[in-house]
């Protein structure tokens, strides 16, 4: 019966190697759905919640708001709704 038991667990430790495998994809799935705070207006202009399609674009193109944000500190640019600097990690203020 050893070998037996050995089986029986090495296929026991598989089938929940598998089973642990299949649940974190369908949390790493699922994750993407779950919204942050602000990210709900992701991609959608702050003003007037129009959709705005083009990253690079520095105004929105339905009314005109300032879509991208610039460091005090070092003049660096990023999209509207980012807190902190990635160049110096200054606070960014909107």
Do not use: H
Not at 76 to 88: I, R
Request: aromatic letters at 6%; one cysteine or more; hydrophobic letters at 30%.
């Amino acid at each position: 019966m050893g070998i037996l038991d050995g089986v029986a667990n090495r296929v026991k430790y598989e089938m929940e190697w598998k089973a642990g495998n299949v649940i974190s994809d369908k949390i790493a799935q699922g994750a993407g759905k779950v919204l942050k705070p602000g990210e709900a207006d992701k991609g959608k202009c702050p003003k007037c919640k129009k959709p705005v399609t083009d990253s690079s674009l520095k105004f929105c193109p339905n009314c005109g708001q300032k879509l991208q944000i610039t460091c005090a500190k070092c003049n660096a640019s990023f999209p509207w709704g980012t807190k902190f600097c990635a160049q110096c990690g200054g606070a960014l203020k909107e």
